[in-house]
Nanobody
Framework: QVQLVESGGGLVQAGGSLRLSCVAS????????LGWYRQEPGNKQRDVVATIRDGDGARYLDSVEGRFTIFTDNAKNTLSLQLNSLKPEDTAVYYCHFGGSLRVEREMERYEYWGQGIQVTVSS
């Protein structure tokens, strides 16, 4: 059973920093797509914040470029997001995402898993 457990959220003043972590267990497929997404208050849409994809490297939402850093350990068991120079508009619930594939006979099956979400609140 795949589980993604997030930690590190909380309340911080503008200009402060946080580090979000997402620890994965039970992964049975080859991971090729890792990312952090966020859902802002009152918004039903979950927006991409940062991703690490095979062959594509790290990519960021324009508004967080230079302030946030996404990274993972060599085993891809832990996905982290360092959030620096936080702004009130970064307030959201943040979700980690693990995606990948598994070959079953001649077919490639795709799997996508999400963390439970963790609140980040930035006060002005």
């Amino acid at each position: 059973q795949v589980q993604l457990v997030e930690s590190g959220g909380g309340l911080v003043q503008a200009g402060g920093s946080l580090r979000l972590s997402c620890v994965a267990s039970g992964i049975f497929f080859t991971i090729d797509d890792l990312g952090w997404y966020r859902q802002e208050p009152g918004n039903k849409q979950r927006d991409v914040v940062a991703t690490i994809r095979d062959g594509d490297g790290a990519r960021y939402l324009d508004s967080v470029e230079g302030r946030f850093t996404i990274f993972t350990d060599n085993a891809k068991n832990t996905l982290s997001l360092q959030l620096n120079s936080l702004k009130p508009e970064d307030t959201a619930v943040y979700y980690c995402h693990f995606g990948g594939s598994l070959r079953v006979e001649r077919e490639m099956e795709r799997y996508e898993y999400w963390g439970q979400g963790i609140q980040v609140t930035v006060s002005s």
